[in-house]
């Protein structure tokens, strides 16, 4: 009979000890090196009483959860959230940054876009758990309306994107989706000032943005997103930076190590 390896090695403790110096319930904590070897979904819960139900994946979970919460990489560079803001999150995942802004625009409201219909899902979940009035559309921004294939690399659903990677990449189509333009979805969603426009959407953002016309980007005062390869060689964090400039938005690009990666940030002079 081959064993597998024991959950409780000095890496987990000390990743565990992390989540717990962040935030995460004590239970969390203790359960998770357990609970992240199994393939069910399970809930992270936080000690200000913030709970999410997630997919097995915990580790990706965990990523996700410290960028937004504790680092607040989408809240750098000036970017803020005031209490009546209107918030739009493409790419919204199991509703990490969803709820994060719904935390601070009490008087306001967040729409959150998620293509997958299982993700989508889940932030429907995390939002009534919370007690968060989030309003979730699954569909796919993009740079028109119609139809598109969802496809997940590795067999990660949280990772959905509409490019087909090359054939090096393990990938398998999920679903056939809507997609919608940012004009069509401020129109679908009576979006006439957006205070922030959050993006996360696996190199969709260069459509999203470069062929949405002026009055839309006009409707849009705050953006943070995170930028990935394009799905043409012309699509590039330059050109995007230099498009936004040019629409009179202040842009500041955080690079990440991995190349073609990084986090960009705008926001219109007050």
Not at 65 to 93: L, Q
Not at 105 to 128: F, K
Not at 205 to 213: F, R
Request: net charge neutral.
């Amino acid at each position: 009979m081959r064993l597998r390896p024991s959950p409780f090695t000095k890496s987990n403790f000390l990743h565990a000890k992390k989540m717990y110096q962040q935030g995460m319930s004590l239970g969390s904590v203790l359960t998770w090196p357990i609970r992240s070897r199994t393939e069910r979904p399970y809930v992270f819960k936080l000690r200000d009483g913030t709970s999410f139900l997630t997919p097995h994946d915990g580790v990706n979970f965990q990523l996700l959860w410290r960028e937004i919460w504790v680092e607040e990489v989408y809240a750098k560079a000036g970017i803020h959230i005031a209490p009546e803001a209107t918030v739009v999150d493409i790419g919204a995942n199991i509703g990490l940054f969803s709820i994060w802004a719904a935390t601070r625009c009490e008087r306001g409201r967040v729409i959150a876009v998620e293509p997958s219909p299982r993700m989508a899902d889940l932030v429907r979940q995390n939002a009534a758990r919370n007690r968060k009035s989030i309003t979730v559309l699954q569909v796919a921004c993009g740079g028109a309306e119609g139809k598109a294939v969802l496809y997940t690399p590795y067999g990660d659903e949280a990772r959905n994107t509409l490019d087909a990677p090359d054939s090096s990449v393990p990938v398998r189509a999920l679903a056939d989706v809507e997609l919608v333009s940012l004009k069509e979805l401020f129109n679908r969603s009576n979006v006439e000032k957006c205070d922030l426009l959050k993006v996360d959407c696996e190199g969709s953002e260069y459509d999203i943005l470069l062929k949405s016309p002026v009055e839309v980007l006009d409707r849009v005062q705050q953006i943070a997103l995170e930028y990935h390869p394009g799905f043409n060689e012309s699509d590039t964090p330059g050109k995007l930076e230099g498009f936004l400039k040019d629409r009179g938005f202040q842009v500041c690009c955080q690079p990440l190590d991995t190349p073609g990666f990084g986090y960009m940030y705008a926001r219109k002079p007050s």
